[in-house]
């Protein structure tokens, strides 16, 4: 039973990442998380290229959401949108549409920015691009606005009002969860 986390951000003190691990945190043991780690070597999407066998980090983001049970991702704002980088590999992981990793794939989307709202623009359009990639988004939302004075020096978060959003996150992203891997792990 494995959680996929999928940061946007490639900075190395991201909030989003540091999210995704106060998420990790509050997971059952009998959930594996994988914090995905290859989005910066995603190149950049060209049809020409989208062949068979694969780009390598290509082949490796597919499998890896192919191996996931859900995918949760946290999403940075850039200029009330999704960063670039993430939106690509979206598209190489959407192709072919028919048959795509993403298709019927629950997934949860949450995000953290530095400026008031948390992100909550950007999300949404995670949200319709996962929705359009036939993606099945599930309805759950942290948006942690000034991400800047949130966590303490340890990326733990700062306060008690956004962890208690993300456990009700948690337990709707649990509900996704196939009941018999769930019974199997009891
Ligand atoms: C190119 C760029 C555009 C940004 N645009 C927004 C924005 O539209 N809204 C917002 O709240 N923050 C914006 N920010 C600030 C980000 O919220 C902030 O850099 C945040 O820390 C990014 O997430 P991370 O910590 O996970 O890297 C922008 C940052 C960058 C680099």
Do not use: C
């Amino acid at each position: 039973m494995k959680v996929l986390g999928i940061s946007g951000s490639l900075r190395r003190n991201s909030y989003n990442t540091k999210l995704l691990r106060a998420a990790e945190e509050l997971l059952p043991a009998v959930v594996e998380f994988e914090l995905w780690d290859g989005l910066k070597a995603i190149p950049p999407y060209d049809e020409d290229d989208d062949v068979e066998p694969a780009p390598q980090p290509v082949a490796a983001l597919r499998a890896a959401i192919r191996e996931a049970d859900v995918l949760l991702f946290a999403t940075p704002e850039y200029n009330a949108s999704v960063p670039g980088q993430l939106k690509n590999a979206i598209d190489w992981a959407s192709r072919p549409p028919a048959t795509s990793v993403l298709r019927n794939k629950p997934v949860v989307v949450i995000g953290a920015s530095t400026g008031a709202f948390g992100a909550v623009w950007s999300q949404a359009e995670l949200r319709k691009v996962l929705a359009t990639a036939g993606a099945r988004v599930v309805d759950a939302e942290v948006a942690v606005g000034h991400a800047h004075t949130k966590f303490d020096e340890d990326g733990q978060l700062v306060g008690e009002a956004i962890r208690e959003q993300l456990v009700e996150v948690i337990e709707t992203l649990l509900a996704e969860l196939p009941a018999s891997l769930l019974l199997e792990a009891v």
